[in-house]
């Protein structure tokens, strides 16, 4: 008995262990958006494209270090060749090898390398304010997406309770039939509003299984299973919008502004770079040589020998007039010039539509708050007038088609308020956002 009590009890333990591991974790919307962000492609060719601009930043500053270079060479001359020792010509096979060293230091060159590293760096800001935007509209894009499965999920719920209740209100009109209290056409009003119900529980289970692939998609999802959401809590669907107050930043800070800005910013020095190659360039060079000379079948001094013995240095300072380029110095700075004012136009045009789209945010917001209070009060009433439509219909006081339309009228006020509370969760984050705050929650970034 002991050891049947022992197996049964094991048994049940792992049966309930390994029903939850089997029970799916039901994922958030910051959830949601954190794995879209690592795991989108887009997300990562932004990143590999501020890689990019991290080593042209890292290039530009080495075009302030001298540059280094040795060469080592090494010949065979055979039949008729100059004697280096004597000039002069010799018919005698020889063997020649040498060694060099030079470096190269560019002094003045207009500031162009000056400027190209700060174009570099102005990149480099552009690409992390594009990664965060690329970010941002990922997160955006799977919230939405969250959102829709989650207004389809209710609405399913909706038309499974409706189902259920006009199945029970059709069996009952049989009853009612049978007893004399209803008539035949009544039976076949039910009949037809619980198949309408059943056309309608698979039409919104095929609207909540299109959403939630677009959820996925929107996701990137590579995990195995089933995606299962986890529902916004209740007292945030029923919050309200507070009166809007200032911004507390402007558009400028916001990472489209930045790039758009930083972008610019590049432009401008390259424009400078561009009308550096008018002036002339200075640099210094210097370096250290030595040679070996050998006639085959003579004697000559040791390898060593020659080699300190043959060995010099040099240094030098050349300077460069750029007098006439067939025109590629002009046409570059007029290109460069063109391409700065591009910029800056994209830049006045971006800090507009940005300005635009968060004033549109918080009227959203704010529209869809008023929405809600109005479309709780409606249900509110519509409910009201269902239960009194439908006790009138069980006392033959109204007929199918009342309680079929007032019983519409209902399941559409629900479907109209979670939309509402919905789209108020939606653009109050979206407002957010346009406040200087992280669409994801720091604590749900994966």
């Known amino acids: 008995m002991k050891q049947i009590l022992i197996i049964t009890t094991a048994l049940t333990f792992a049966g309930t262990e390994m029903q939850a591991q089997e029970a799916p974790h039901p994922w958030s919307a910051d959830e949601c958006m954190a794995y879209a962000v690592s795991h989108n492609r887009d997300v990562r060719k932004s990143e590999l494209t501020l890689s990019n601009y991290k080593a042209n930043r890292t290039a530009a500053t080495g075009t302030f270090l001298p540059s280094v270079t040795a060469e080592t060479a090494a010949q065979y001359n055979f039949g008729r060749s100059i004697n280096p020792e004597t000039n002069t010509y010799t018919d005698v096979t020889t063997f020649y090898h040498g060694y060099s060293v030079s470096a190269n230091l560019p002094i003045f060159d207009g500031l162009g390398r000056i400027h190209r590293l700060k ?14 935007q690329r970010q941002n509209q990922v997160a955006l894009a ?35 039939e049978e007893v004399g209290q209803k008539s035949h056409a009544d039976v076949a009003q039910m009949e037809a509003t619980a198949a309408e119900a059943d056309v309608d529980v698979v039409k919104q289970q095929n609207l909540l299984d299109a959403a939630m692939l677009q959820l996925k998609f929107a996701m990137n999802w590579q995990e195995e299973g089933e995606l299962t959401l986890q529902g916004l809590p209740t007292e945030q669907l029923q919050a309200g919008m507070e009166k809007a107050s200032d911004y507390a ?9 930045k790039q758009a800005y930083f972008a610019m910013e590049s432009a401008r ?3 400078k770079s561009a009308k550096a190659d008018l002036w002339p ?16 079948h003579r004697t000559a001094p040791s390898y060593g020998e020659q080699l300190r013995n043959n060995g010099g240095q040099w240094v030098g300072a050349s300077l460069s007039l750029p007098l006439f380029r067939r025109l590629s110095t002009v046409t570059g700075i007029r290109r460069a010039r063109n391409n700065y004012l591009i910029a800056a136009e994209n830049y ?15 009227m959203d917001a704010e529209a869809y708050c008023k929405e809600t209070v109005s479309m709780a009060k409606k249900q509110e009433a519509d409910s009201l007038a269902y239960t009194i439509t439908k006790k009138q219909w069980e006392e033959g006081m109204a007929t199918a088609i009342d309680l079929s339309a007032t019983s519409a009228n209902l399941l559409s006020s629900k479907a109209h308020l979670l939309q509402a509370q919905l789209m108020t969760v939606l653009k109050k984050r979206l407002v957010d956002y346009y406040n200087g705050n992280d669409i994801i929650q720091p604590s749900n970034r994966k």
């Open 348 to 362: 006045e045009q971006k800090r507009e539509e940005l300005e635009k789209l968060r004033s549109e945010a918080r």
């Open 249 to 257: 930043i402007t558009v400028d800070a916001l990472p489209e502004v």
């Open 142 to 176: 799977v919230l939405q997406a969250f959102v829709d499965a989650l207004y389809y999920e209710g609405t399913l719920a909706m038309a499974r309770e409706k189902q259920k209740e006009n199945n029970l209100l059709l069996r009952q009109a049989r009853v009612l």
């Open 119 to 132: 174009a570099a760096k102005a990149d480099l800001l552009m690409g992390k304010s594009a990664l965060q």
């Open 269 to 271: 020095q390259q424009l």
């Open 281 to 296: 360039e200075i640099s210094l060079s210097g370096g250290w040589s030595t040679t070996f000379y050998k006639t085959l």
